[in-house]
Each structure stands twice: as structure tokens, then as C-alpha cells.
């Protein structure tokens, strides 16, 4: 048998590289959720040698001196510049107190080069971690042990034998959280190990960060970082992955690309970064005003070069680096408006939806030329949208009418996208003493923390030519439980001329698709926007570079596609029939559009959705706008509080009523003739 020592950053026992599968095999998706691998490809059955440790706190050690009396030994793998180990922290510090009275012990091992020792050993003392940590610089015990990903966990039995390798559960992954774990996958293996019988499902893919540690390939030709790499990231990556920025960690420099190379081959191969999800166009240029995706030779040449080895090349053909703003991104704003309490977010979890109204103490309309939204805990802020709720007849926000978005939204934030700046001559309007609706969704980080989101606001010096006016795409929602593709349209009647400035589909977890059709009177349908994988993580707003005109007549179209199975890891609950809901276990289906209307004055009111849907005279009653939550021009049984005058309400029995069958029924249950006036919003003689 050959004896060996590993010691952090000098030498590697190569009897141990066995535990890392061969080059080219596939893994599943990054997203994906857990999935059971073969065991004996995945190093699973292993024995480990004697190692010699070097933990940043206190002297070195062999495996034996301080693991030989520990009945399991868990080895984290971790990193705190990952977003998925930093959730995974609490998990892990609450189950190696649990299962250190049971006799087993931690080993946490952080192998990125650029995470500091000062990050990594503050993250140790929040936590309370109890067992050693190792810094792997350089990442010699990661590719002796084979890790492929942060996240990671081995549970190591006394005889030094690897009964398991893979996820910590499934309640976390990139893109993806749950409130609770489905499968504890380290807590099966554990009670298998401390119970002497075998782990029932002993390998797992890890939905963590990519390591690299495949050993590099020379390169085949002159593609170097200086020269040509740090070009490609200043353009697409950098202005997320900098100090200061949004993303996780740094790419401005060689050490911290080297150090995340595995992560970004995987995002990059996938086309999950840089986010941006539109289909390409058949033929000619983007149409995007805000096109981030990454160029076609772009993409080669980073890829290559990660395979070829990652030379640096010539320093003095080194970018000049670019200032990015540490401020407000469209200038210095006329006002900021602040939510006026921290929220408290919690380490770990799912947090549901927080609402807070703000009031603008305009005692004048205003025009906005920009806006911009600045968390001031952006780890956390998964997405903030802010909605203009206008005064009413006695100067309260005027909340009679449902927040989805149409006529309504005002701002947004999401990972990516924070800013916008209209060009001159137009504006969004906000009137005087209006309120503003904040909606923030939190998605806990692995430490508690606080945030205090704010809207900055830079006003038009003049009155604008058009006045930028939000709709949305709807339909009423009712997900069968299972289904993995369930198909929903909804139709938005185009009462004006009008021309649409960008897009932004709205779904929850199990969104899965969406696209914008065209349908003109005589034309065939002209798909105007398709996102075929739709991600909710990132709530982009496609921006037109090129206005396109919506003629009087026409109708827009939005097609949403579902995964409600278990096959979608984001699925709170695939045996549950989902309908519509605020919260991100239930759904929406909204299709946002930014439009102008070129011969309507600015400040005019005009109800895009409802002269469309209606198709009358003064288009439907306020009774009927209270009902129709979706605003698509009819209201449906889960719209309905009471499904007896539902039902009598719906004289022609289509499963649906129209405006018309509202008034008539209203003035049927009423005793009134036609020129009665319809039931307040919310009465119960409402269907």
C-alpha cells in the first residue's frame, strides 16, 4: 500500500486523482436539482489516505491524529464568495452541532485562491463552526480529494472509506430556493453511516459553483488575457463581477478568473451568463437596445482559452481599466425616495413577499427621465418593482384597483438591472400626492442582514412629447398539478395607435417559456419577443432599439409555458393546482410592455386594457375592473367570490363573464333598469 501525505499547497498523492471522473463526462445541468450519479464514477467507496492538514487556525495534523476516534467525518466543501455555500452555512453549522454529541466531526475546506483568509475566517466565527478549516490555496487538496463544486459534502466512515459524495439537500441551487429541503441527502447518508448500513443513495450532483480541476491544456493559438480575455469580460462580465458590483465575486483580475474558471465555463457553455435569456434573431442584428448576450466569437475564444492553458500574455497589452459608477448609475437624482424602516432578512429560508408604502409628497405632477433602484443589501434583494398607487377623491393612495403592474409600474430591480433612462421627450408620469407601492422579494443569503431599498427619481426639464405608459399581457391562471408543459394565452386588444418601446414577461417558479405575438387584421402572427427558457431570477426588460408600431386593430399576444412537474427543482409543491397569487408559490402570467400612444397628448388618461377588452361604449364598469383581477376583459370562477351568482351570471355558459352579463345581472339582483348604476366593488351581490 503506498503511503502518502498531503500538504495543502506542496504535494498531491496521485492514487487519489481516481475520485475525479474522466474529462468529458457529462454532468447534469447546474441548475438542475440533485440527481442520483453513479456512485463508483463519482468516487464514492474510496479509501482516503493519511493526509496531512493545514487548517489556518492552529498546527497541522493528520487525518488519523485528529479523525480517529470520529465515527464520520464530513468534509464541506466551501467559498465564500458562492452565493450557494453561503446559503448552505446555517444548514451545515446546525448539523455539526447536532451530530457532534453522535460522534462525528467537520472538515471545511475553502479552495478558491481569491477567497481571503479574513473573509473566510469571519464567515467561520458567524457560523460558530467547530471543526478546522483549511484554505486549499491552490487548490492541491481539491483535486487530490476531486472536488467539483462548492456545496459539495463527502461523509467519510472510520475506515476511511467515502460512503458518499454530492448535495447537502435540494432546497438550494443557482437560480433556485426552496422554504424547505425535499430530500436531506447528508442527514440520509449520516444516520446510514452511524447505523452501519449502506447509503441508500450515495452519489448526487451538486447544484453548487463549478471548481476547476482538471489540469489545464496548453494553448493552441495566441488567445491571451491581456491581449484579448479581459477585453471580453470588461464588455460582458465586469459590470456585475467587480468590487462594488452585484455579482458574488471579482473577474478584473487573472487570479480571480483562474480562481472561478470551472463556473464560468459551465454559465458560459450553458448561455446562463451573462443573463439574457431573448432568442437570437434569424437573420441581421440584435434588436435589442440592451442585447447582453454573448457574442458568437466572444464565446469561443473564452471558452478556448479557459481549456488552453489561461495564458496572461503581454502586460503591456493589458486593458486600460474602466471607471464604473459607485454611485447612481443615470446621475446624481432630483430626489430619493427611501422605504422608511430596514426590513430585518432572515439567514436562511423563504421569505415571503414584503410590501411597504412610501409617500411622495408631490404637491405637482412630475415627469420621470430616469429612474434607478438602489438596495442597500443587494445580496439579498432578489427583486424590488415599485408601483405608482395615485390619490384618490379624499387623498388616500387609491388602492380599489389590483397591483399587476398595467398602468401601475413605475420601477424595477433585478440582479442586472436597476437603471433606465429614457431618451428625450419622453417620460413615465407620476401624478401630485401620489404614493409609492414597493414590492421586495428577499432571498436569504446564509447570514441575517438588513435592507433599506430606495428609488431614485430624475425629473424631464421639460414636458415630454410622449409619456411612457406600462400594460400588460394577461390571462386567468389554473396549472394543473404535474403538468411539465401546460400552454396559456392572453390577448391585449390594441384600442389606439401605439408603438412598443420593451417588454418584460413576468411568471414565478414555474415559468418556464414566454413570447410576444403580433396578430394584425389579415397578417399572420409576427413573433416580436421569445424567451424559450424563461428564468425568474433575472426580471429582464427587453428594450426595442427600434420603436415597433402597434396599429389600431390589432391584437398582442402573450404565450406562457409552465413546468408544474417534478421535474422543475424550483417547484414548490408539483402536486398542488396552481392559480393566480402574489407570492412566488403561486403564479402570475403578465406580459409587460412600455408603450406610447404618438397622438395622444402626454397626461392624457387613457385605459389601454379596457377599451380594448370591452369593445363598448364606455368600456366596462368600475364593478367589473374590481373583479377582472388579470385585466384580460372577462372574469372567470377563481375570480369569483361566490360561484352560485357566478353561475347565474353567466347566462350563456361559456365559463366566463363578460362586462355585459355583469350588468345584467347586477341589475337583475338589484331591481333596477338600465340606467341603474352597477353594485360598489367588493358587495356580495357581485358574481
Not at 471543526?131 to 456545496?151: E, M, Y
Not at 403538468?483 to 389606439?496: A, M, T
Not at 414555474?510 to 405575438?517: D, L, P, T
Request: aromatic content about 8%; hydrophobic content about 35%; some cysteine.
Amino acid at each position: 500500500m503506498r503511503k502518502c501525505v498531503v500538504a495543502v499547497g506542496v504535494a498531491v498523492w496521485v492514487g487519489v486523482t481516481g475520485l475525479v471522473p474522466a474529462m468529458g463526462q457529462d454532468r447534469p445541468s447546474s441548475k438542475a436539482a440533485p440527481v442520483p450519479v453513479l456512485a463508483s464514477e463519482w468516487g464514492v467507496g474510496r479509501w482516503i489516505p493519511d493526509l496531512e492538514l493545514r487548517p489556518e487556525a492552529g498546527p497541522a495534523f493528520r487525518w488519523s491524529g485528529r479523525f480517529g476516534k470520529a465515527r464520520a467525518v464530513v468534509v464541506a466543501v466551501t467559498s465564500t464568495s458562492c452565493p450557494v455555500s453561503g446559503r448552505y452555512g446555517p444548514t451545515l453549522a446546525a448539523l455539526e452541532q447536532e451530530f457532534e454529541s453522535r460522534g462525528v466531526s467537520f472538515l471545511w475546506v475553502d479552495p478558491v485562491d481569491t477567497d481571503s483568509v479574513e473573509s473566510i475566517g469571519r464567515w467561520a466565527r458567524e457560523l460558530g463552526l467547530r471543526g478546522p478549516w483549511v484554505r486549499d490555496a491552490g487548490g492541491t487538496l481539491s483535486k487530490a480529494l476531486g472536488f467539483r463544486s462548492t456545496a459539495e459534502v463527502l461523509v467519510v466512515d472510520a475506515a476511511r472509506t467515502v460512503q458518499y459524495r454530492g448535495a447537502v439537500d435540494d432546497q438550494y441551487g443557482p437560480g433556485y430556493s426552496k422554504a424547505a429541503p425535499t430530500r436531506r441527502h447528508l442527514v440520509e447518508a449520516l444516520e446510514a453511516v452511524l447505523a452501519g448500513r449502506p447509503v441508500e443513495t450515495p452519489g448526487t450532483s451538486v447544484p453548487g459553483c463549478d471548481l476547476e480541476t482538471a489540469a489545464p491544456i496548453p494553448p493552441a493559438r495566441p488567445v491571451t488575457y491581456h491581449h484579448r480575455i479581459s477585453r471580453i469580460l470588461e464588455q460582458s462580465c465586469v459590470p456585475c463581477h467587480r468590487e462594488g458590483g452585484i455579482a458574488p465575486f471579482a473577474l478584473t483580475s487573472p487570479a480571480e478568473v483562474a480562481a472561478h474558471a470551472g463556473m464560468i465555463r459551465r454559465q458560459v457553455s450553458e448561455g446562463l451568463m451573462p443573463p439574457w435569456f431573448a432568442a437570437p434573431p434569424a437573420h441581421g442584428p440584435s434588436p435589442w437596445l440592451n442585447d447582453r448576450s454573448l457574442p458568437a466569437a466572444d464565446k469561443a475564444d473564452l471558452l478556448a482559452w479557459l481549456e488552453q492553458g489561461r495564458p496572461e500574455g503581454d502586460p503591456s497589452q493589458a486593458l486600460r481599466p474602466r471607471s464604473h459608477p459607485t454611485t447612481w448609475q443615470s446621475g446624481e437624482p432630483d430626489v430619493v425616495l427611501r422605504i422608511p424602516e430596514p426590513v430585518e432578512v432572515a439567514a436562511s429560508g423563504v421569505m415571503p413577499y414584503v410590501n411597504v408604502e412610501v409617500p411622495t409628497g408631490f404637491d405637482s405632477d412630475r415627469w420621470v427621465q430616469a429612474w434607478e433602484v438602489r438596495p442597500t443589501a443587494r445580496e439579498v434583494v432578489h427583486h424590488v418593482l415599485v408601483y405608482v398607487l395615485p390619490p384618490g377623491k379624499d387623498g388616500k393612495p387609491d388602492r380599489s384597483a389590483r397591483i399587476d403592474g398595467a398602468g401601475h409600474y413605475l420601477a424595477a430591480y433585478a440582479p442586472g438591472y436597476q437603471a433606465v433612462t429614457y431618451p428625450d421627450g419622453w417620460a413615465k408620469h407620476v401624478p401630485a400626492g401620489s404614493t409609492l407601492r414597493f414590492q421586495l422579494h428577499y432571498t436569504p443569503r446564509g447570514r441575517a442582514t438588513r435592507d433599506q431599498s430606495a428609488l431614485g427619481l430624475r425629473f424631464s426639464k421639460a414636458p415630454p412629447r410622449h409619456e411612457v405608459r406600462v400594460g400588460a399581457v394577461a390571462a386567468p391562471i389554473d396549472i394543473p398539478p404535474g403538468d411539465p408543459d401546460f400552454r396559456i394565452e392572453g390577448r391585449l386588444p390594441v384600442p389606439k395607435a401605439a408603438r412598443l418601446m420593451s417588454f418584460m414577461p413576468h411568471m414565478h417558479l414555474r415559468g418556464k417559456a414566454y413570447r410576444y405575438e403580433l396578430e394584425r387584421p389579415g397578417v399572420a402572427p409576427v413573433t416580436l419577443l421569445d424567451v424559450p427558457r424563461y428564468d425568474f431570477n433575472w426580471q429582464l426588460l427587453y428594450r426595442l432599439s427600434d420603436h415597433v408600431d402597434l396599429p389600431a386593430g390589432s391584437v398582442l399576444k402573450g404565450i406562457a409555458r409552465y413546468d408544474n412537474s417534478a421535474g422543475n427543482p424550483a417547484n414548490p409543491d408539483p402536486t398542488r393546482r396552481v392559480q393566480w397569487g402574489e407570492q412566488t408559490d403561486e403564479e402570475m402570467m403578465l406580459g409587460y410592455i412600455e408603450y406610447y400612444l404618438p397622438d395622444v397628448p402626454p397626461g392624457t388618461p387613457v385605459d389601454f386594457r379596457a377599451s380594448g377588452s370591452a369593445g363598448r361604449r364606455g368600456g366596462p364598469s368600475r364593478a367589473f375592473r374590481a373583479l377582472d383581477r388579470n385585466r384580460d376583459g372577462r372574469i372567470t370562477p377563481d375570480e369569483s367570490p361566490s360561484p352560485e351568482q357566478f353561475k347565474a351570471a353567466d347566462t350563456d355558459g361559456n365559463g366566463e363573464v363578460s362586462p355585459d352579463e355583469l350588468k345584467a345581472f347586477l341589475r337583475s339582483r338589484d331591481g333596477r333598469g338600465a340606467s341603474g348604476a352597477p353594485a360598489a366593488p367588493g358587495r356580495a351581490s357581485a358574481p
